[in-house]
C-alpha cells in the first residue's frame, strides 16, 4: 500500500505519523514522508542569496532529521520510508506529490478545531477536499497513552461510496486489537410540497437495520469485535460526531465520491462536517483506492 505522510515536525504531525504506525496491517507499507520548505521570501534583503542558502541547509537538515525520528516510530512496523521535499503552498504540494507517487493514502495531522479552520478551512481541509485519494486527517484522542483497543466508527449509508469504506478497511488487518461500531444515521427525508407527504420515519429505519446488519458479517471478517447501530437525527455529520464523542471513538470512516469539481467544491457535506468537528480523527475513503 502507497502512503503519502506529510510532516512538518510538529507533535500534531508525530500524532499522525505514531496513529499510521499502529494500525494493523499485513502488507508492508510503502510510506513517502512528505516535508514542504516555508522558508519565506527574502527579495530585497541585504546579503539575501547567502541568507537563503543558509536558510535552505538548515531546512534541509531539519527533514532529514524528522525522517530519522519518525523511522524510530515505524520500527518493527513492516513499513520503507522515503522522504521527499518540496517547497510552496502545503497544501498543493501533497496533492501533486501524492498524485506523482500514485499514493493510496494521505495521512497527515489536523491543527485543531478554531473558528478560523471552520470558517475558512485548513491544510487538512484543503486536502481533503482537492485529494483523488483517500485522505487520513488525526486528532489524538488518548489512544497514543492508553492501553486499549482502537474504537472506529464506520459510517454507513445506502450509496457505493460505503463501497470505498470497506474497500479500505480491508487493507488492514484489525484483529482483536480493534472495536469497530457500524453506524447509520438516519434523518427524515425534507420535500418542499404544499400537499404535506407523509414519511413513516419507523420503515426506513426498520430498513436501514437489515441493510447495515448484512454488512456486519464483512466487518467480523476483520475484527472480532462489531456493533451495528441506526441512529435518528437532524444531521447526519451531526449524528455522526455526536456518536463518536459519546462512545469515544478514535477515528471515523466515511465515504466521498471524491475527484470531481462538486466534490472539490462541497467534499459532500457530511464529510466536511465531520472533519471540521469531530475530535477524534477522521478517515475518508475513496473508490479509486478499492482492490
Not at 77 to 106: F, M, P, Y
Not at 134 to 161: H, Q
Request: hydrophobic share 45%; with cysteine; charged share 20%.
Amino acid at each position: 500500500m502507497k502512503i503519502l505522510l506529510a510532516t512538518d515536525g510538529s507533535q500534531f504531525a508525530e500524532e499522525a505519523a505514531w496513529l499510521l504506525a499502529h494500525l494493523p496491517h499485513a502488507e508492508i507499507l510503502e510510506l513517502t514522508v512528505l516535508y514542504v520548505s516555508n522558508i519565506p521570501n527574502l527579495h530585497g534583503i541585504a546579503n539575501s542569496t547567502e541568507l537563503a542558502q543558509s536558510l535552505q541547509f538548515a531546512d534541509q537538515e531539519k527533514a532529514k532529521s524528522i525522517l530519522v525520528h519518525l523511522n524510530s516510530i515505524f520500527d518493527g512496523a513492516n513499513a520503507t520510508l522515503t522522504l521527499v521535499t518540496g517547497e510552496g503552498h502545503v497544501g498543493t504540494q501533497i496533492i501533486r506529490t501524492a498524485e506523482a507517487q500514485k499514493s493510496d493514502l494521505i495521512v497527515l495531522g489536523a491543527v485543531g478545531h478554531s473558528l478560523f479552520e471552520r470558517m475558512f478551512g485548513s491544510t487538512s481541509d484543503f486536502v481533503a477536499s482537492h485529494a483523488k485519494c483517500s485522505v487520513l486527517v488525526v486528532r489524538p484522542t488518548g489512544l497514543r497513552k492508553a492501553n486499549r483497543p482502537i474504537n472506529v466508527c464506520v459510517a454507513y449509508d445506502e450509496t457505493d461510496s460505503t463501497l470505498a469504506v470497506f474497500g479500505q478497511l480491508a487493507q488492514f488487518g484489525w484483529g482483536v486489537n480493534c472495536k469497530m461500531d457500524a453506524v447509520s444515521i438516519v434523518s427524515a427525508p425534507y420535500t418542499y410540497s404544499e400537499i404535506p407527504i407523509p414519511f413513516d420515519i419507523d420503515e426506513i429505519i426498520a430498513s436501514r437495520k437489515k441493510a447495515i446488519e448484512s454488512k456486519e458479517i464483512k466487518l467480523r471478517e476483520l475484527t472480532p469485535v462489531v456493533t451495528t447501530q441506526v441512529i435518528e437525527s437532524s444531521h447526519v455529520g451531526d449524528g455522526l460526531v455526536q456518536f463518536a464523542k459519546e462512545n469515544k471513538s478514535d477515528v471515523i470512516v466515511l465515504g466521498s465520491t471524491g475527484g470531481g469539481l462538486l466534490s472539490t467544491l462541497l467534499l459532500g457535506s457530511v464529510s466536511r462536517y465531520v472533519l471540521r468537528h469531530a475530535a477524534c480523527s477522521v478517515w475518508i475513503a475513496r473508490k479509486n483506492c478499492v482492490a
